[in-house]
């Protein structure tokens, strides 16, 4: 009998486990079907080309405006090494007996030092403890000055700058080939998509209208359109996708852009229109200046590309501060036809050429919901902005306008598309200030046919010496 309880007190034991095992799976399954709703996100800054040993005072500006989330668009440290312009000497940088490249590599060590500087700034650490922050990068913290996929050293760098960002060690982004990645923040209907494009790993010559974003990068970019879809959909490029200033600038210098890979913008433009996403718009870095841009014929809604240049580096660093109203005038007489300008603008020619970084807020309360961006400088003071609403950017299922033969249509000409003398306009002007006169009409025509000789003397020098100098960017 003594057995026979025994044995009954162990089935109640096991039934009194088996209660608690159900009751605690229950409890777990109950628990993990309880979802945390995503947090609204309405403040987002961005910058980019922040030179990790120089001053750095902006960031008090943008822990003001007090973003959720951060976004670096590259250049985020210098960790290539510049040598001086040199003419003459033993190692000549630059003209015809250039005989040593301007930037070379550093060490994997000396990249890893300059990061840590960079991420240990006083400003940039109060940012991080309070705000999310995500990036990509360009060719400076890639490793080389305008380096594209022949840089041999892009495997080493993309994990210092994934250790930048924080990383976690098992991210796929470790072992994908380049930095790409995406984001979906807050909750449905209030969702904003944040997709950041790697325009370095990949890249073929600038020389060459070949790929920016290699075949991979372009199938996941596909599936990450197509995807599930969003109120605003952020594409972060660490070059310009809509302006092609180049186009009008050269050759007295030449910039970086999209619009030096033509076959490519336009496939971005038709991927974008065949997704049938609303709400895209650009956000770029690179060119040491701020402005926006907008192209109204890449699909059935304007595109706006929102550049933010940069954290420390500026155009007007570049000069003695009394000769910064050049820059201004430089940049005003510039044709394009792809910027946003206004009354809103500080200055008249709707660049700003000094420290600035890009405020974006979304009023998710408004009726449409609407959004403000806008490019701040170092006190966090707006000097340029647009206001757009979610219904701005939806195709309405009307055809985007076109340019008529010969005829110049605002935000859809490309700049590659003006007349002869509109894109040569800053050459022939530099031109007449080398000779000393600004209006032929007031000349004698022997007169005029020197100035011409002269004209197309320095015009053709400056292409020649374009040649060797592929592109003079202001360091």
């Not at 943008?62 to 033993?90: A, E, H, M, S, T």
């Not at 770029?284 to 595109?303: A, M, Q």
């Not at 647009?386 to 950017?393: A, K, T």
Request: with cysteine; charged share 20%; proline share 5%.
């Amino acid at each position: 009998m003594f057995e026979d309880m025994k044995a009954i007190n162990k089935i109640k034991v096991s039934f009194h486990l088996l209660q608690i095992l159900i009751a605690s799976l229950f409890f777990q399954a109950a628990s993990s079907s309880v979802k945390v709703e995503p947090k609204i996100v309405s403040r987002i800054s961005f910058g980019s080309c922040a030179n990790q040993s120089a001053p750095q005072p902006i960031w008090n500006a943008i822990v003001d405006f007090d973003p959720q989330l951060f976004i670096w668009l590259g250049d985020n440290i210098y960790g290539d090494i510049r040598r001086p312009f040199r003419v003459f000497g033993k190692q000549r940088t630059i003209g015809p007996w250039k005989n040593v490249p301007r930037f070379v590599p550093a060490s994997k060590e000396e990249m890893q030092f300059r990061y840590q500087l960079a991420k240990s700034n006083p400003g940039y650490s109060r940012l991080r403890k309070k705000t999310q922050v995500i990036g990509t990068w360009d060719d400076h913290d890639y490793g080389l000055n305008d380096a594209g996929k022949e840089f041999t050293g892009k495997n080493t760098t993309q994990q210092l700058m994934l250790d930048f960002l924080d990383e976690p060690k098992n991210s796929p982004r470790r072992k994908q080939a380049g930095v790409y990645a995406s984001y979906m923040f807050g909750p449905k209907r209030k969702q904003v998509k944040v997709i950041m494009l790697d325009t370095r790993y990949h890249r073929d010559p600038l020389s060459s209208d070949g790929s920016i974003l290699g075949n991979s990068q372009w199938e996941w970019l596909a599936k990450e359109l197509n995807g599930p879809k969003s109120e605003f959909t952020i594409i972060g490029s660490s070059i310009q996708v809509i302006s092609n200033i180049s186009a009008t600038t050269g050759p007295l210098f030449y910039l970086e852009s999209w619009g030096q890979f033509p076959k490519e913008r336009k496939r971005l433009f038709e991927l974008i229109t065949r997704s049938k996403r609303n709400g895209v718009f650009f956000i770029s870095g690179d060119v040491h200046f701020g402005e926006i841009t907008r192209y109204d014929c890449g699909t059935g809604y304007p595109l706006y590309d929102i550049t933010s240049s940069g954290i420390t580096q500026s155009v007007e660093k570049a000069i003695p501060r009394p000769l910064a109203f050049l820059v201004r005038v430089v940049a005003w007489l510039t044709p394009t036809t792809m910027r946003v300008t206004g009354p809103q603008c500080r200055f008249k020619s709707c660049t700003y050429g000094q420290s600035n970084f890009g405020a974006i807020e979304i009023d998710w309360d408004a009726n449409p919901v609407t959004m403000k961006i806008q490019i701040r400088d170092v006190n966090g003071i707006p000097v340029h902005g647009v206001n757009i609403s979610v219904s701005d950017l939806q195709n309405q299922g009307v055809s985007h306008p076109t340019a008529e033969a010969g005829k110049y249509l605002r935000h859809c000409s490309l700049e590659t598309s003006l007349p002869w003398l509109d894109r040569h306009c800053l050459i022939i002007l530099f031109a007449c200030s080398l000779a000393g006169k600004t209006s032929l009409n007031l000349l004698p025509i022997f007169h005029f046919c020197a100035l011409l000789l002269v004209i197309i003397a320095v015009y053709a020098s400056i292409l020649l010496s374009s040649k060797l100098v592929r592109k003079c960017k202001f360091d």
